[in-house]
């Protein structure tokens, strides 16, 4: 059974920057996806970004240039960077990872920017 375990959210204000991680029970190579999303109470899970095994990622348009992807093989780990945090991205964040049609989710981590 795959385990993934977030850490690294918190309070952080306007313009400042967190780093996500997500640890993974085991090896994140066998997986056909990551990725990291976001839900606020009331509204739909979104992704944020995504990484694929071949190292093609993907992010969603309110993030790019301010959010990095990243994994470490070594430490089956994969992070999110977050510059530039709006108060609109407060949420939970969820890592995500897919391998032979099954999904897996961690159980999140909060992030709030204060207005």
């Known amino acids: 059974q795959v385990q993934l375990v977030e850490s690294g959210g918190g309070l952080v204000q306007a313009g400042g920057s967190l780093r996500l991680s997500c640890q993974a029970s085991g090896s994140i190579s066998s997986f056909d996806i990551m990725g990291w999303y976001r839900q606020v109470p009331g509204k739909q899970r979104e992704m944020v970004a995504d990484i694929t095994r071949g190292g093609s990622t993907d992010y969603a348009s309110s993030v790019k240039g301010r959010f990095t992807i990243s994994r470490d093989y070594a430490k089956n780990t994969m992070y999110l960077q977050m510059n530039g945090l709006k108060p609109e991205e407060t949420a939970v964040y969820y890592c995500?990872?897919?391998?032979?049609?099954?999904?897996?989710w961690g159980q999140g981590t909060k992030v709030t920017v204060p207005s």
């Open positions: 995500h990872a897919a391998w032979g049609g099954i999904d897996y």
